[in-house]
Nanobody
Framework: DVQLQASGGGLVQAGGSLRLSCAAS???????????IGWFRQAPGKEREVVSCISSSDGTSYYADSVKGRFTISSEKAKNMVYLQMDSLKPEDTAVHYC?????????????????????WGKGTLVTVSS
């Protein structure tokens, strides 16, 4: 049974940083597995937005234009963890952030594949950025 749990959200001032963690159980991130782990967010009244994605294909990563240069996705395979380091946060980053996983690495190729290719979804963590 695959479970994903995002954590690390909170209240931060604009310009600050947060690191989100995604703990995966029942889903292996080792060197022999093929996978894609994505971060998403949804603000009140808005549609779900792809934020970032990392795959088992040499750690290939994807970032939405809105977060490029500010956010960094990484994985710690030994702990089955994926992180999203968020720097230079802006009020428009305020949203529930959550992670999802797919069994195929190609899912990280583009926004549409990330958005519709995930197999497992976790609960989110709220990030609030004050101005």
């Amino acid at each position: 049974d695959v479970q994903l749990q995002a954590s690390g959200g909170g209240l931060v001032q604009a310009g600050g940083s947060l690191r989100l963690s995604c703990a995966a159980s029942g889903f292996t991130l080792d060197d022999y597995a093929e996978y894609a782990i994505g971060w998403f967010r949804q603000a009140p009244g808005k549609e779900r937005e792809v934020v970032s994605c990392i795959s088992s294909s040499d750690g290939t990563s994807y970032y939405a234009d809105s977060v490029k240069g500010r956010f960094t996705i990484s994985s710690e395979k030994a702990k089955n963890m994926v992180y999203l380091q968020m720097d230079s946060l802006k009020p428009e980053d305020t949203a529930v952030h959550y992670c999802a996983a797919a069994n195929e690495a190609w899912v990280c190729l583009a926004t549409v594949t990330i958005n519709y290719g995930m197999d497992y979804w976790g609960k989110g963590t709220l990030v609030t950025v004050s101005s």
